[in-house]
C-alpha cells in the first residue's frame, strides 16, 4: 500500500512537471495582461466622480453608460460635457446638482468626456 501512494505521488509530480506554464511567464512581471487604461479613466478614477457616477447604475447622478447613450461622441458634445464637468449643474437628469470641479484643466475634462462618451454601445 506504501509502494502505491509513492508511486502515484511521484507520477503526480511527474505529470504537474510537464504543464504547459512557462516559468518565465508564470512567475515574471505580467505588464502585458493588465488592461491598459484611457486618460479620462485614470482621471475619473482619482476624482471624486465616484461618489455620485457608476459605469451601469444610477446612483446620484447618472451611469457613464447613460450618459453615452444621451451624447454622440463628437466635439460639440465633448465640449458641452467638460464645461458640465468644470461647472457643475443640475436640470438636465434631475434636480440633484452635479458638484463643480473649477480647478480642472479644460484637457483633462475633455479626456473624461471622451471616455465617457466611448462607453456607447
Do not use: R
Amino acid at each position: 500500500m506504501k509502494i502505491t501512494y509513492l508511486l502515484l505521488g511521484i507520477a503526480t509530480i511527474t505529470l504537474t512537471s510537464f504543464s504547459k506554464d512557462n516559468f518565465e511567464e508564470k512567475y515574471s512581471k505580467k505588464t502585458n495582461t493588465i488592461e491598459q487604461q484611457s486618460d479620462g479613466e485614470k482621471l475619473i478614477s482619482k476624482m471624486d466622480c465616484v461618489g455620485c457616477h457608476k459605469l451601469d447604475k444610477k446612483l446620484i447622478g447618472p451611469s457613464y453608460l447613460d450618459i453615452a447613450k444621451k451624447y454622440s461622441l463628437n466635439d460639440k458634445s465633448i465640449n458641452y460635457l467638460s464645461d458640465k464637468i468644470i461647472k457643475g449643474g443640475s436640470g438636465v437628469w434631475g434636480s440633484i446638482p452635479m458638484a463643480a470641479h473649477a480647478t480642472l484643466k479644460k484637457d483633462d475634462a475633455k479626456k473624461m468626456a471622451k471616455y465617457i462618451l466611448s462607453l456607447k454601445k
